[in-house]
T-cell receptor, first 114, second 112 residues
Framework: ETGVTQTPRHLVMGMTNKKSLKCEQHLGHNAMYWYKQSAKKPLELMFV???????ENNSVPSRFSPECPNSSHLFLHLHTLQPEDSALYLCASSQDSGPYNEQFFGPGTRLTVL | GEDVEQSLFLSVREGDSSVINCTYTDSSSTYLYWYKQEPGAGLQLLTYIFSNMDMKQDQRLTVLLNKKDKHLSLRIADTQTGDSAIYFCAENARYNTDKLIFGTGTRLQVFP
């Protein structure tokens, strides 16, 4: 257990559905991240939040909408997704942002878009 | 642009040493990292090396950094079946040290 939990662990949704992924960290960290992991592709950083403010948005389509209501919780709201969005979505947190910054990862949500 | 490359697969016999290689493009990276991902789990930081070091050893793990060739390697001595996992190399992005650039990951399979 890394102290970062994600729910649900698996999600199957249609292209017209709206769903949300949830991440919670119990480590007292100030920064949280969303990554997308697709087969045979590098891990892609999607969003970074530091002290509940978005500091990085890596050209992610607007059908992905993050929300960070407090430093312990991070959501990824999904709507009108495409089949190519099927992937493992990983959440991570770190104490602070900066050059050395161990990120602790959750187990991920396996998303399948039909 | 920033790029981190790794081979996709490595297969070794139990008890042998494993060497996982990584090349990166950003010579200004401050830290370079190795993460491990076991089946069904998130990534876990294994070790890291500061860019002014050539080598770092931590029990069975040895990290070698060749800055001239922009080459990073992870050696696992006496590889065990529990070491079977995907290993990711990562570097800090040039203009944003909050951002880690990951490789594709190397799937290590250890057989008896």
């Amino acid at each position: 257990e890394t102290g970062v939990t994600q729910t649900p662990r698996h999600l199957v949704m249609g292209m017209t559905n709206k769903k949300s992924l949830k991440c919670e960290q119990h480590l007292g960290h100030n920064a949280m991240y969303w990554y997308k992991q697709s087969a045979k592709k590098p891990l892609e950083l999607m969003f970074v939040y530091s002290l509940e403010e978005r500091v990085e948005n890596n050209s992610v389509p607007s059908r992905f909408s993050p929300e960070c209501p407090n430093s312990s919780h991070l959501f990824l709201h999904l709507h009108t997704l495409q089949p190519e969005d099927s992937a493992l979505y990983l959440c991570a947190s770190s104490q602070d942002s900066g050059p050395y910054n161990e990120q602790f990862f959750g187990p991920g949500t396996r998303l399948t878009v039909l | 642009g920033e790029d981190v490359e790794q081979s996709l697969f490595l297969s070794v016999r139990e008890g042998d040493s494993s060497v996982i290689n990584c090349t990166y493009t950003d010579s200004s990276s401050t830290y370079l990292y190795w993460y491990k991902q076991e089946p069904g789990a998130g990534l876990q930081l294994l070790t890291y090396i500061f860019s002014n070091m050539d080598m770092k050893q931590d029990q069975r793990l040895t990290v070698l950094l060749n800055k001239k060739d922009k080459h990073l390697s992870l050696r696992i001595a006496d590889t065990q079946t529990g070491d079977s996992a995907i290993y990711f190399c990562a570097e800090n992005a040039r203009y944003n040290t909050d951002k880690l650039i990951f490789g594709t990951g190397t799937r290590l399979q250890v057989f008896p």
